[in-house]
């Protein structure tokens, strides 16, 4: 079964720092990957996806993800890294039938002025 | 353009009672899955539908179902409710329902079962 695994509960940054939120995926096949973010009692906002072609994905606010296939995992970056950051983010892998995305935990990024 | 939207925003239920929640996809969008999220956990896929037909379903009790309706639309339907089906439910609706696609979320609906 495809699943995602992601390492920390929490991740703490200073605002101006980059910021890295990891994500180690498990999957038969190809992998079809997904980041989201969600404000407090706020639906999930999509981020950025990896499909196939180059290894960095860029994605909305800035983001973007490095997808490594001999590590399995595909990490959320961030240059400089905002206040308004602060939120809760989550790995995805869709499934192989492709209807459905098996998310992660979550990891909490708290980024502070 | 108008995103995903559910209604209602929240709700109180009593443990017995039944439920139905409502979800309006993008305009276009032909498909629209359903997940629980439980507090402190990532979202766990219920239901997908495109072009009105069931195309999966999670590993949830008979008391869940849903349909699809030809504008795309859908209602996802809890009976006999119980504590454990205290969530946020969200709805995510994407172009297709192909693995490439990415979903879009709604804010959700907050369901209390007291």
């Known amino acids: 079964a495809q699943s995602v695994a992601q390492p920390e509960d929490q991740v703490n940054v200073a605002e101006g720092n980059p910021l890295t939120v990891k994500c180690t995926y498990s999957?038969?096949?190809?992998?079809?990957l997904f980041w989201y973010v969600q404000y407090p009692n706020r639906g999930l906002q999509f981020l950025l996806k990896?499909?196939?072609?180059?290894?960095l994905v860029k994605g909305s606010y800035g983001f973007e993800a490095e997808f490594n296939k001999s590590q399995t995992s595909f990490h959320l970056k961030k240059p400089s890294a905002l206040v308004s950051d602060s939120a809760l983010y989550f790995c995805?892998?869709?499934?192989?039938?492709?209807?459905?995305?098996?998310f992660g935990a979550g990891t909490i990024l708290r980024v502070k002025s | 353009d108008a995103g995903v939207t559910q209604s209602p925003t929240h709700l109180i239920k009593t443990r017995g009672q039944h439920v139905t929640l409502r979800c309006s996809p993008i305009?276009?969008?032909?498909?629209v899955s359903w997940y629980q999220q439980v507090l402190g956990q990532g979202p766990q896929f219920i239901f997908q539908?495109?072009?009105?037909?069931?195309?999966g379903r999670g590993n949830f009790p008979d008391r869940f179902s849903a349909r699809q309706f030809p504008n795309y639309s859908s209602e996802l339907n809890v009976n006999a409710l119980l504590l454990g089906d205290s969530a946020l439910y969200l709805c995510?609706?994407?172009?297709?329902?192909?693995?490439?696609?990415?979903?879009?979320f709604g804010p959700g609906t907050r369901l209390t079962v007291t």
């Open positions: 539908y495109y072009e009105k037909e069931e195309r």
């Open positions: 305009s276009g969008h032909k498909s």
């Open positions: 995805a892998v869709r499934d192989i039938e492709g209807n459905k995305l098996v």
């Open positions: 995510a609706s994407s172009l297709e329902a192909g693995r490439t696609y990415e979903q879009y």
């Open positions: 999957v038969s096949g190809n992998p079809y």
């Open positions: 990896y499909i196939t072609g180059d290894n």
